[in-house]
T-cell receptor, first 112, second 111 residues
Framework: DVKVTQSSRYLVKRTGEKVFLECVQDMDHENMFWYRQDPGLGLRLIYFSYDVKMKEKGDIPEGYSVSREKKERFSLILESASTNQTSMYLC???????????FGDGTRLSIL | KQEVTQIPAALSVPEGENLVLNCSFTDSAIYNLQWFRQDPGKGLTSLLLIQSSQREQTSGRLNASLDKSSGRSTLYIAASQPGDSATYLCAVVSGTYKYIFGTGTRLKVLA
């Protein structure tokens, strides 16, 4: 079974802090994704990566950056956290564009 | 712009009932469609993926159908159980890597 592991289930940070969310997958998948999920808005794509060191902006990249130094790891960085970034963050991976996405358990991030 | 709609937003049924969840999309040019289940406070679990060339996929008590021309997919759950209670989301893949999610149907199966 594919396993996508997010480093924290719950995280509380302060406004202005630099925040790192980590995601690791164990199935050698090429593609990795970061989403945020908010009530009434559904899942929205922040960034995705189709190879090591490659990244593409999703629908809402403002205020975020990503890093993919190794194939199995995809990090989401909040450069200067703000309260409107309080959300559920979900990481996913897939083998290719026509293959199913597999999700981690999510990180519920609160910015105070 | 692709839009994905799931109606109803919430549904309660007695245990044992067969039920259908709906997913509609506006642009029929899709690569595939995937159904997920999400338990409260958790990530998404992949249930079924239907390629654009397929009409349906089955896994156990679940059957998903796809009608691209009408922009619709349905998820059929047979003999529902309380353990099926969750939010069900569909996502269409339009363009490489581009997953567009619906906002989900929250299902409650009453014992």
């Amino acid at each position: 079974d594919v396993k996508v592991t997010q480093s924290s289930r719950y995280l509380v940070k302060r406004t202005g802090e630099k925040v790192f969310l980590e995601c690791v997958q164990d199935m050698d998948h090429e593609n990795m994704f970061w989403y945020r999920q908010d009530p009434g808005l559904g899942l929205r794509l922040i960034y995705f990566s189709y190879d090591v060191k490659m990244k593409e902006k999703g629908d809402i990249p403002e205020g975020y950056s990503v890093s993919r130094e190794k194939k199995e790891r995809f990090s989401l960085i909040l450069e200067s956290a703000s309260t409107n970034q309080t959300s559920m963050y979900l990481c996913a991976s897939s083998r290719g564009g026509n293959q199913p996405q597999h999700f981690g358990d999510g990180t519920r991030l609160s910015i105070l | 712009k692709q839009e994905v709609t799931q109606i109803p937003a919430a549904l309660s049924v007695p245990e044992g009932e067969n039920l259908v969840l709906n997913c509609s999309f506006t642009d029929s040019a899709i690569y595939n469609l995937q159904w997920f289940r999400q338990d409260p406070g958790k990530g998404l679990t992949s249930l079924l993926l239907i390629q654009s060339s397929q009409r349906e996929q089955t896994s156990g008590r679940l059957n998903a159908s796809l009608d691209k021309s009408s922009g619709r997919s349905t998820l059929y759950i047979a003999a529902s159980q309380p353990g099926d209670s969750a939010t069900y989301l569909c996502a269409v893949v339009s363009g490489t890597y581009k997953y567009i999610f619906g906002t989900g149907t929250r299902l409650k199966v009453l014992a």
